[in-house]
């Protein structure tokens, strides 16, 4: 079972705040845009914004980026749930538009939208992206995504990522709704220290999927199991006597360890070349 990860810790709200402050004042008043012009505005209905929202779990720690935010819906969606966060488009209309709708619904004050090129917008602040862009839009834009802070929600309307499989998807009434959630890098080797033993894990990933295999004494067995959801791993390893011992921790750079909650402690470092 993955262990959900508690995103809503205190500190996260005080500093989404300072993010956002940080960012208006960096980006005010930008108004420079290189993104094709002929990408039909479409406006994604409500009851699939709600969904879309719902289905990334948005809150009041949240940091919302939306790209391609045509008259503001989704993001004034997300404010309306204690988000903070901005949106990117092209046409100073809709820019100007959803400024507007921002202040009618009393959000103003805590979302903005530019007019600005979305492939030079940073989206280092986001805990979630929403997307409704043409599936080669997505595909450039997907290793920028992935740079972003495991266990941030990348939430798309209609169209999918090339390659890269959702955690989650819905249909609501036609439509489809894609979820992704940035996977930990974990593709490599790590050596695993339970009390007294030590197994060594060699991973092999793409994207969020995992295959591998352990080695303890000397024999290598191949995982039972291997998920990876954001910073939240699960492997089984298979234990000399053939009785599997499921492992359930978090991912934090070159540090894995058990969930506050595991029956037994244990801790993983990855295995730096030249070790």
Do not use: C
């Not at 030079?120 to 992206?129: F, I």
């Not at 959702?166 to 930990?184: K, M, S």
């Not at 969930?259 to 801790?267: F, L």
């Amino acid at each position: 079972m993955i262990i959900p990860h508690d995103r809503a810790v205190a500190a996260k709200s005080i500093l989404a705040a300072a993010v956002f402050l940080s960012w208006l004042a960096a980006n005010t008043g930008a108004q420079h845009s290189s993104v094709n012009p002929d990408i039909p505005y479409i406006p994604t209905p409500h009851e699939v914004v709600e969904r879309m929202l719902g289905l990334a779990g948005v809150g009041p720690d949240d940091f919302v980026i939306d790209l391609g935010s045509g008259d503001g819906r989704i993001l004034i969606g997300a404010a309306k749930r204690g988000a903070r966060g901005f949106g990117v488009e092209i046409d100073p209309r809709l820019v100007k538009q959803s400024n507007e709708n921002a202040l009618k619904a009393g959000v103003g004050l805590n979302i903005s939208f530019i007019q600005q090129d979305l492939f030079e917008t940073s989206l280092r602040p986001a805990t979630v992206v929403a997307m409704y862009l043409p599936p080669q839009v997505n595909f450039r834009l997907r290793p920028r995504l992935l740079e972003l802070g495991p266990g941030t929600h990348i939430v798309s309307h209609e169209f999918a990522m090339a390659g890269w499989l959702p955690d989650l998807q819905e249909n609501v009434r036609g439509t489809e709704i894609f979820l992704w959630i940035v996977p930990a890098r974990v593709a490599g080797e790590w050596t695993l220290k339970l009390g007294d033993r030590e197994i060594t894990l060699q991973f092999k990933q793409l994207f969020q999927e995992l295959t591998g295999v352990s080695r303890i004494g000397g024999v290598e067995i191949p995982l039972g199991v291997a998920r990876l959801r954001g910073d939240q791993l699960e492997v089984v390893v298979q234990k000399m006597s053939g009785i599997p011992m499921t492992l359930t921790g978090i991912v934090d750079g070159d540090t894995i360890r058990s969930t506050p909650d595991s029956d037994e402690k244990w801790i993983a470092l990855k295995k730096k070349p030249g070790d």
